[in-house]
């Protein structure tokens, strides 16, 4: 009678979930977390480690700059396994297969150098390599090679000075006292224009387009002109100029004149500056002193008739360019 009981009892239970849609509910949700479980046994294909070896470098270059040799590169952006390169470094830098340095690498992806200095002209061809390494000490491939043969420069320029004039910033310079004959040009740049440098032969240059009023500074560099590369020779040598134009003409020469019943005309010779903007003429009754102007404005020809003239005058004549400077008067002519 219990068992019969029992299950009459589990029979009724059982009608009345079914027809009670809230437990059934109830029912779903307990056995959704089994379902879940039963998922998890299967497991997916597994995933390849990540190789954080570095690339090597591709594009390792070299050049003599006087008597250093130059080594420049691009750091690799990513490692072997195309993952970022986060964590790199060091470059170390080997010649003839020699170690010779070991550099700090400034950020992955950018472009770096490195100055070897000291490097003389004997010895033969010198081959380059770099290796990249990681904070935890992995290392790239060996980069790609590149030599060099450094051969003899030129020197530094001496007596560099710098002129500001006629509307122009003249240098001039005498050639290197080492190796002149090698000096076969000389590369100019100026401090605000770094970018355009410009070559010259001869040991004179001159800027007509600066910009008025500023500070500027010039180097000159030689160069020695081979039949595959132009090297650079040892310098910069610098000068530094304010660009404003504190020289005068240059003093105003043959002054003479020529009498008339009432006047005289005053002539002498035409200066030739490019930025001339006229001459003053004086007079006086004395060779030495007391010259008073004979016009309140400037000459603008070299030449003067003097209405007022007489005998026994003394004439001088100076000459002033258009930033106001001018030069010393002319030797005192007597007029007869």
């Not at 299967?42 to 070896?53: A, E, H, N, T």
């Not at 080997?94 to 690498?105: C, E, H, L």
């Not at 404003?244 to 240059?250: A, R």
């Not at 003479?256 to 005309?265: I, N």
């Amino acid at each position: 009678m219990r068992i019969g009981n029992g299950t009459q009892e589990a029979q009724e239970a059982q009608k009345e979930s079914q027809s009670n849609p809230f437990l059934c509910f109830l029912c779903f949700l307990c056995s959704v977390p089994l379902l879940l479980l039963a998922g998890c046994g299967k497991v997916g294909d597994p995933l390849p480690p990540f190789i954080r070896i570095p690339d090597a470098v591709k594009d390792l270059g070299a050049t003599q700059n006087g008597q250093s040799i130059v080594l420049t590169w691009t750091n690799p952006p990513r490692n072997v396994d195309g993952s970022a390169a986060t964590n790199l470094a060091h470059v170390q830098i080997r010649m003839n297969d020699s170690p010779v340095a070991t550099v700090n690498i400034n950020a992955a992806g950018r472009a770096q150098s490195y100055v070897i200095p000291g490097v003389q002209a004997a010895g033969g061809p010198r081959t380059f390599t770099v290796l990249v390494d990681t904070t935890q000490g992995k290392v790239s491939r060996i980069s790609n090679a590149v030599s060099i043969i450094p051969v003899e420069v030129p020197g530094e320029v001496t007596r560099l000075t710098a002129t500001v004039d006629q509307r122009r910033i003249t240098l001039v310079w005498d050639k290197p006292l080492d190796h002149p004959e090698l000096a076969d040009a000389y590369v100019v740049t100026r401090s605000d224009t770094p970018a355009e440098s410009e070559t010259v032969s001869d040991t004179r240059y001159e800027d007509s387009s600066y910009p008025a009023g500023k500070m500027l500074t010039y180097q000159v560099t030689p160069v020695r002109r081979l039949s595959d590369r132009t090297v650079t020779g040892v310098g910069p040598k610098a000068v530094t100029v304010p660009a404003e134009d504190k020289t005068p003409p240059q003093v105003p020469t043959g002054l003479d004149f020529a009498q008339s019943d009432t006047a005289a005309f005053v002539t002498w010779n035409a200066n030739t500056e490019a930025d001339l903007a006229g001459y003053r003429l004086f007079r006086s009754g004395r060779s030495d002193s007391d010259f008073k102007p004979v016009s309140e404005r400037l000459i603008p020809t070299n030449g003067f008739y003097d209405q007022t003239y007489r005998p026994e005058l003394y004439y001088a004549v100076s000459a002033v360019d258009e930033f106001g400077n001018e030069s010393a008067m002319s030797a005192p002519f007597r007029a007869k």
